[in-house]
């Protein structure tokens, strides 16, 4: 495989592949119930451990 074959790869399948795992991200993040679980493990690191106290 040359560069321009990879480039040719790239330029077509390769901006699909991204752009379908940019939407399937999206919908993932904006899909219904996420954001209580989103806000519960934005609360993660401001928790006390029990070892620290």
């Known amino acids: 495989m ?3 074959t990879f ?3 790239a330029d ?3 901006l699909l592949y ?5 939407i399937g991200v999206i919908a993932f993040i904006f899909r219904p119930g996420s954001k209580k679980v989103s ?3 934005a ?7 029990a070892e620290d106290v």
Do not use: A, T, V
């Open 39 to 41: 806000e519960e493990l």
């Open 12 to 14: 077509s399948w390769g």
């Open 18 to 22: 991204m752009f379908l795992l940019f």
């Open 43 to 49: 609360q993660i690191p401001l928790k006390e451990d």
């Open 7 to 9: 480039r040719q790869f």
């Open 2 to 4: 040359d560069y321009s």
